[in-house]
Structures are given as C-alpha cells and as structure tokens.
C-alpha cells in the first residue's frame, strides 16, 4: 500500500467475531459476540467515581465464563448493531486485548449486512474516528465479500461482483443477489432453517442412546455432525442402501461424561444424511416453513431484473459453515438447474415451440474457505492497491467532512 498503513479485517457477526490482518489465509482470533457487564456495579453504582466500572467488563468466551456472576448480552441482532455503548466495549477489547495494534497506524475493513442503514454507518464511523483515532475505515457489505472470496473457486469465471449469495451460518440463511457490486435489497429472501436447526435435529433423533449424558448431548450432537453429515442425492434412496447395509453408514463417536469423567461411545446412523436434508426437506424439521432451499433461490433470482438473471444462475457462492457439508454444492446446483429448466421447457410446451429451448447455465461455487467467506474476501480485498487508494476513508476525510463519507461506497456503488 501507497499509504504504508497495513489494513485488519473485522467481521461482526451475530454469533461470532472474525478478526486477522489483511492478506492471510484464516482470520488470527474468532470469539463470540457476548458482551459481560458487571451486575453489582451497575445496579449499587459502586465504582462510578473512581471510573473502574466502564472496565469492568468481558467480552466472548470470558464473558460465557462469567455469565454467573455478569449480566450476558448480545449486542449484534440479526447481523445489526443494537447496542452501540457495548459494542464499542467490544471493539476495544479486541483491538488492545487481542489484536494488540494501535488504530492510528491501521485501516480497517469491517462488515455489514445487506441491509444496513446509513445512519448506522456513520455511528460506525464516529466510534472508530472519534474513540479509536483510526487511520482509515471502510465498510463493506458482507454478501460482495463472499463474492470476493469465491474467486478461489476452480468453477470461478472471473473476478467479477455479480452472483447470489447463500449464507447459511447458526441462526438463519440468507439468498442475496448481487449486480455489479450492489446488492438488489428487494429480492433477499430468508429462511430461519441453519445450523442450530441441523444440530437439534440431530440431537432429537439421538435421544434414543441411553449411553450419551444428557450435559453433553447438545455438544455431542453438534461434533458428530460437523464430522460425519453430509448431503446425499436422494433421500429416499440413501435410506433404502442404508437399510440394506447400516455398517458402511453408522459411525461411532467417543466422548468423555464432564461430570463422571467416564467414556462414553454414541452411533450415528440415519442422521448423518437426514440432518443436512432439512435444507432441501424442511418438512421434516418443522412445519412452519416448507420451502426448500433451491426453490428459494430460484424465487430470489426471478424476483431480480430479467438483464441479470443469467449472472445470478450462473454464479452462486456459498458461505458460512453450514454450507460446508459435503456434497452440498453439487446437490444445490442439481436442484436450482433442474428447477430452472423446468420452467424453460414449460413455456417451450405452451408457446408451441416459439420459445426456444435452451438450457440454463447454473454454477455453484464451492471452495475451502466457505467458513470464513466474509472474513477471507475482506483478506483478500484489502490487500489490493485499490483498497488504500480509491476505498478506504481516511482519518484526514472524516476531519473535513464528517461521518456522512460513510454514507456512500464510492467503488461498489451501495447506498
């Protein structure tokens, strides 16, 4: 960079916080978005005069220890900052405690969420201006980071900001179309099916093994998924073969009672393909929300302008962890092409052949960084030269205009 300012990457999330320096592979530290504050201070209002109650705090894993004895709160909601006197407690912490830098002598990348308000930006802007001193700021939209990141991808056309992004991490799963950088805020489309659902789905099909302890049933079911689920390619089918041959399917898992400190030894059959099945099933988790996945992104790019629908089937990104199960993306890309083609050859049908019949190109970008998608495009961005010198707004512009700069992204066009 032209400016010498090395840049750090901060992804707020409203299960965890991502943070590293720009150009490196995985994020240096990933804590939880809790926030700990001191219960007797706040309620006697001992330590006000002396000014120790303001440090009086804890952030992530510290403050889940200390939930006892301080007050636990979540000051991200659904991706949106909802209290800003704790976040900024937060984003203290994790510059002096943990990254260890002085913010004068940094830029940063942090991250929002689609549908962010500008007045949120600049209530960003103000905090790292005005409290932190910061050498730079830009704030980017988390959907164009996962596009950024899916570049790695070997099915990758070209370094371009257009395509649909499915987020999928604990709580929630996000459809966003992007264009040229810009997110079309009408069409995103959600569904409150993840990865917490896919563990509880789990752990009740698993309440049947007498051997598993019932503290640690939760953190149990949540291992063997992440180490053995996987998607297959019809469900139907995968239960017939499992039938027909439960030992080339049961996996066991070995665990330690954290009361007894005994062993413990759990199987997990059935559930390693049915869990991530919900995804394409939801029927089978829940009856308060029946649309498959596929068929909402198919809804979310035929709500988008009919000049972009081609980019949008041809580049879908996937990000988080609970698009990490294997065979997701091929099942994905099956179901979204089939859906599509579908639809072509119906109008083909009605229109007595005048609609031509051409089949729909549609890609699913898959690569090793699905996890910390967000984190690793706003790595990877951040490392240009652009970054300094077209994106970032520097201490110098807040100082002469004010926190509105934020308002506005000046490369990616978002309003």
């Not at 220890?65 to 000051?75: C, E, F, V």
């Amino acid at each position: 960079m032209s400016s010498g300012k090395p840049a750090i990457v901060i992804d707020v999330g409203t299960g965890y916080t991502k943070m590293g320096y720009a150009g490196t592979e995985e994020p240096s530290y990933m804590i939880p978005t809790t926030f700990g504050g001191n219960r007797t201070s706040s309620q006697t209002g001992a330590g006000k005069k002396d000014g120790l109650a303001d440090l009086d705090f804890y952030i992530g894993k510290e403050a889940l220890a200390k939930q006892k004895s301080y007050g636990l709160s979540y000051p991200v909601k659904h991706g949106l900052i909802e209290n800003w006197d704790e976040m900024e407690k937060y984003w203290s912490q994790t510059l002096y405690k943990y990254l260890h830098c002085d913010p004068e002598e940094h830029y940063f990348l942090l991250t929002e969420p689609p549908l962010n308000t500008p007045e949120n930006r600049e209530q960003t802007a103000e905090i790292w201006f005005e409290t932190f001193n910061a050498g730079g700021i830009y704030i980017a939209v988390q959907a164009v980071l996962a596009l950024c990141a899916s570049w790695r991808s070997k099915k990758s056309l070209s370094h371009e900001l257009t395509g649909t992004v499915v987020d999928s991490g604990d709580g929630v799963t996000h459809v966003i179309p992007v264009s040229d950088g810009a997110v079309i805020a009408s069409a995103i489309k959600h569904i409150p099916v993840a990865g917490r659902d896919f563990t509880n789905f789990t752990l009740n099909m698993m309440k049947t093994h007498d051997k598993m302890p019932a503290g640690d049933a939760l953190q149990v079911a949540m291992k063997m998924k992440e180490q053995h689920a996987y998607v297959c390619k019809d469900m139907l089918r995968e239960i017939v073969a499992f039938d027909a041959s439960p030992k080339d399917y049961i996996k066991a898992f070995t665990g330690m009672n954290s009361i007894n400190h005994k062993t413990f030894e759990v199987e997990m059959g059935y559930e390693r393909f049915l869990a991530p099945e919900v995804f394409f099933h939801p029927e089978i988790y829940s009856s308060d929300f029946v649309t498959p996945l596929p068929e909402l992104v198919d809804h979310t790019i035929q709500a988008c302008p009919i000049d972009t629908r081609k980019s949008l089937y041809r580049n879908v990104v996937l990000s988080g962890g609970s698009t990490m199960f294997p065979n997701f993306a091929k099942r994905l890309q099956r179901d979204i092409k089939r859906l599509a083609n579908d639809r072509i050859k119906y109008s083909h049908e009605k229109s007595g052949g005048r609609i031509p019949m051409t089949e729909l190109e549609c890609n699913v970008l898959s690569h090793d960084k699905q996890r910390y998608a967000v984190w690793y495009g706003g790595s990877l961005l951040s490392s240009t030269a652009e970054f300094a010198t077209a994106m970032v707004h520097t201490r110098e512009d807040y100082l002469e205009w004010g926190p509105s700069i934020c308002r506005h992204n000046p490369v990616l066009g978002i309003n």
